[in-house]
Antibody, heavy 118, light 108 residues
Framework: EVQLLESGGGLVQPGGSLRLSCAAS????????LSWVRQAPGKGLEWVST????????FDADTVKGRFTVSRDNAKYTLYLQMNSLRVEDTAVYYC???????????WGQGTLVTVSS | EIVLTQSPGTLSLSPGERATLSCRAS???????LAWYQQKPGQAPRLLIY???SRATGIPDRFSGSGSGTDFTLTISRLESEDFAVYYC?????????FGQGTKVEIK
């Protein structure tokens, strides 16, 4: 059974940093691209970042480019999101998601809440 | 960046009725890289349809997707109680992924 379990969320002040983790199991981790998708309270879904299966390529939304860095450790079956220079508008539930056919995401974690507030 | 616009914002229907949800793209979606998700309160999204018309594993056949280019549709043939939720379309192209703003299907 595929499982994705996010951790690392919490309350942080504007301008601060946080690192999210996503522990995966139930599939061959190194064979799939992985992504982060966020959802602000009461709002829709927003793609954040994607990393290729090897980790050699990364892609970021313009809203986080230069501030967030996605990475992965294939030996540890873990995906990361380093978030720097956090803004109030980064407040959201952050989901990790496994890439599937035709650019879709077939498995999602339960999400971790990041709150940016003073 | 391709912008996806979903309509209507809210659909009020009764169990057993047919639901038709629309997703319109600002530019043509390449190779029908269009997916649909269902999300219930407090839960993660669930993949329903990928490649515009292919059902994901375990998705009942009352869910169907159609369309190409800039116009896509998700149809739920006969609504069941567990289908009342928010639905999102999503596209992939040029190493960017975008979601529509969502359509809420509520009980009338």
């Amino acid at each position: 059974e595929v499982q994705l379990l996010e951790s690392g969320g919490g309350l942080v002040q504007p301008g601060g940093s946080l690192r999210l983790s996503c522990a995966a199991s139930g599939f061959t981790f190194s064979s799939y691209a992985l992504s982060w998708v966020r959802q602000a309270p009461g709002k829709g879904l927003e793609w954040v970042s994607t990393i290729s299966s090897s980790g050699g390529s990364t892609f970021d939304a313009d809203t986080v480019k230069g501030r967030f860095t996605v990475s992965r450790d294939n030996a540890k079956y873990t995906l990361y999101l380093q978030m720097n220079s956090l803004r109030v508008e980064d407040t959201a539930v952050y989901y990790c998601a496994k890439a599937a056919a035709a650019g879709s995401f077939d498995y999602w974690g339960q999400g971790t809440l990041v709150t940016v507030s003073s | 960046e391709i912008v996806l616009t979903q309509s209507p914002g809210t659909l009020s229907l009764s169990p057993g009725e047919r639901a038709t949800l629309s997703c319109r793209a600002s530019q043509s979606v390449s190779s029908s890289y269009l997916a649909w998700y269902q999300q219930k309160p407090g839960q993660a999204p669930r993949l329903l349809i990928y490649a515009a018309s292919s059902r994901a594993t375990g998705i009942p056949d009352r869910f169907s997707g159609s369309g190409s280019g800039t116009d896509f549709t998700l149809t739920i043939s006969r609504l069941e109680s567990e289908d009342f939720a928010v639905y999102y379309c999503q596209q992939y192209g040029s190493s960017l992924w975008t979601f529509g703003q969502g359509t809420k299907v509520e009980i009338k």
